[in-house]
């Protein structure tokens, strides 16, 4: 009975499938989701990004019912938070800056996906550019000699330029011909931006990672 029931279940898949049309489509998206980004640490510096919100924007193109490409814009608030270790008590130096942010990415993925009848799951992988530009900074640091002080100081900012790695898998739901829902997981892989000339970056690897909703519009 098992393999009867194993057996049906597939046949209506493969059916499926086969009554898709094989011919190319392309989809515009406008997406939203939260940025959640590791902190890292190096140097006696720890960088603490915020979780924040930004939006995403594709053009899709599958050229066939399995593969395709994508080509993505995407925007997200990127403050950053530098901090040396707070313990100092004599004979040393610590800071805390803040750095509000944003940031700005290009990117370009290869898209594996198949559709069966109003659902299509898909899974992509690609690369590209961030830039994360500084809107501002503030700054204090503490030094501790026989008795302790603390200070603003200037915390001159810098524009920084990364590469990155992208990856993610999602499902699109039709509910008119051309307009559906799209759910991904969508993560990134980049350095920490160095956005401080007085202070240094971790330089480190870190990954966000990013639920996706959106709408898509396909033609």
Known sequence: ?????RASVLAVVVGAVA????????????????????????SNVVQHPASQGG?????????????????????????????????CTANCTSFLAAVPADAHEVTAEWVVSLKVLMVRPFAYAG?????????????????????CTTSNVIATTK?????????????????LPHVGFRFQY???????????????????????????FGVFLSF
């Open 1 to 5: 009975m098992r393999r009867f029931w």
């Open 19 to 42: 009554r898709t049309p094989m011919h190319a489509e392309t989809d515009i998206a406008l997406s939203g989701y939260g940025a959640f980004t590791q902190s890292t640490t190096a």
């Open 55 to 87: 939006y995403l924007v594709e053009l899709r193109h599958i050229s066939n019912p399995i593969e395709g490409f994508k080509l993505n814009y995407g925007f997200n608030r990127a403050n950053q938070l530098y901090t040396s270790p707070q313990n």
């Open 127 to 147: 690369g590209g550019l961030v830039v994360t530009v500084p809107q501002g900074s503030t700054a204090r640091q503490t030094i501790c000699g026989t008795a």
């Open 159 to 175: 524009r920084d330029s990364r590469g990155l790695f992208t990856y993610g898998a999602g499902l699109d739901f039709s509910v």
């Open 186 to 212: 969508r993560g990134r892989v980049s350095k920490a931006p160095d956005l401080l000339t007085a202070f240094s970056s971790t330089n480190r690897f870190a990954r966000t990672s990013e639920p996706v």
